[in-house]
């Protein structure tokens, strides 16, 4: 068993996903809290996540944090809404470091962003069909109504890197249609891929739709955790991202070639890892 008050805060931070999606909370680690060095773990050779049962995620989920784990880190954030959705319980009985998902943030946004009370939330099958979100919102805002709608197709669009394309704009203008036409004026980004399509949602959406992206707040919510548990990195922040490791269970180059893009900065490399073994 980890002695989290043994944990040093110089120790770092793992951050997982099933792909590419996570680094969009990285981005937001970095810039909030730039002295904290971050091991990322994205499951290529098993994404998508989204259609897959609560059973097969949440063992996913339990080898990539023993392989977190054994890495040193100090404290887990869950970068992926369905596995935030299925698996964190489970995740917070099993260790006892500082782990956190994206769900909760996101639903806080959501609620404190939102005039009309009407919200809506759009992420994978597995994480609107296990409506985390309402149920989320509903303890802040028990009169706001909550609209969901499962976009599977988003999430492989963003690992094929068509983030500005005309196939992504057509799936988003049929995904998002009856969205429009629900009077939300809040809609939560509900899969951490979906960011990286934001300008394209931005579009379809029209102006008067606040997008809402459960990465910001989750940063947030990491220090305040890290902070209060004592373990907040005190140096001072520094922006080389050469400190980072990243590491994937498949397309090792494509994704150092994704996060290069996704974080502005050349030369970023991952290693492969057999997750199944852990
Ligand atoms: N990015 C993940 C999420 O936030 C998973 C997407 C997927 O693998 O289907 O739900």
Redesign the pocket.
């Given at each position: 068993m980890t002695d989290i008050k043994k944990l040093s805060a110089s120790a770092p931070i793992g951050v997982f996903?099933?792909?590419v999606?996570?680094l969009t909370v990285v981005n937001e680690i970095i810039s909030q809290i730039p002295s904290e060095r971050i091991v990322y773990f994205g499951d290529t050779a098993r994404?998508?996540?989204?259609?897959k049962s609560k059973e097969t995620i949440t063992m996913y989920a339990e080898q990539i944090v023993r392989f977190l784990l054994e890495q040193g880190v100090k404290a887990i954030v869950v970068a992926?809404?369905?596995?935030s959705a299925y698996a964190l319980d489970t995740l917070e009985k099993e260790i006892d470091i500082p782990i956190i998902g994206?769900v909760k943030p996101g639903a806080k946004t959501a609620a404190e962003t939102t005039k009309n009370g009407r919200i809506g939330i759009i992420?994978?099958e597995?994480?609107v069909g296990s409506r985390i979100y309402e149920q989320y919102i509903s303890r802040i805002s028990p009169a706001s109504h909550v609209v969901g709608k499962a976009c599977?197709l988003f999430?492989p669009l963003v690992e094929e890197g068509l983030l500005d394309d005309p196939v992504t704009d057509e799936i988003a203008r049929r995904y998002l249609e009856g969205m429009k036409g629900s009077g939300i004026d809040t809609l939560i980004l509900?899969?951490?891929?979906y960011p990286l399509i934001r300008t394209t949602i931005e579009r379809v959406m029209g102006k008067d739709v606040a997008l809402v992206n459960p990465a910001w707040e989750t940063a947030h919510a990491l220090k305040d955790l890290l902070t209060e548990e004592g373990i907040l990195n005190p140096e001072a922040g520094d922006a080389d991202l050469k400190k980072h490791r990243f590491y994937v269970s498949d397309s090792a180059e494509k994704f150092g070639r994704f996060a290069s893009t996704v974080l502005k900065y050349e030369g970023i490399s991952a290693e492969t890892v057999r997750i199944e073994e852990y």
């Amino acid at each position: 068993m980890t002695d989290i008050k043994k944990l040093s805060a110089s120790a770092p931070i793992g951050v997982f996903d099933s792909g590419v999606g996570g680094l969009t909370v990285v981005n937001e680690i970095i810039s909030q809290i730039p002295s904290e060095r971050i091991v990322y773990f994205g499951d290529t050779a098993r994404v998508p996540y989204g259609g897959k049962s609560k059973e097969t995620i949440t063992m996913y989920a339990e080898q990539i944090v023993r392989f977190l784990l054994e890495q040193g880190v100090k404290a887990i954030v869950v970068a992926c809404n369905t596995a935030s959705a299925y698996a964190l319980d489970t995740l917070e009985k099993e260790i006892d470091i500082p782990i956190i998902g994206v769900v909760k943030p996101g639903a806080k946004t959501a609620a404190e962003t939102t005039k009309n009370g009407r919200i809506g939330i759009i992420g994978t099958e597995g994480t609107v069909g296990s409506r985390i979100y309402e149920q989320y919102i509903s303890r802040i805002s028990p009169a706001s109504h909550v609209v969901g709608k499962a976009c599977p197709l988003f999430c492989p669009l963003v690992e094929e890197g068509l983030l500005d394309d005309p196939v992504t704009d057509e799936i988003a203008r049929r995904y998002l249609e009856g969205m429009k036409g629900s009077g939300i004026d809040t809609l939560i980004l509900g899969c951490t891929h979906y960011p990286l399509i934001r300008t394209t949602i931005e579009r379809v959406m029209g102006k008067d739709v606040a997008l809402v992206n459960p990465a910001w707040e989750t940063a947030h919510a990491l220090k305040d955790l890290l902070t209060e548990e004592g373990i907040l990195n005190p140096e001072a922040g520094d922006a080389d991202l050469k400190k980072h490791r990243f590491y994937v269970s498949d397309s090792a180059e494509k994704f150092g070639r994704f996060a290069s893009t996704v974080l502005k900065y050349e030369g970023i490399s991952a290693e492969t890892v057999r997750i199944e073994e852990y």
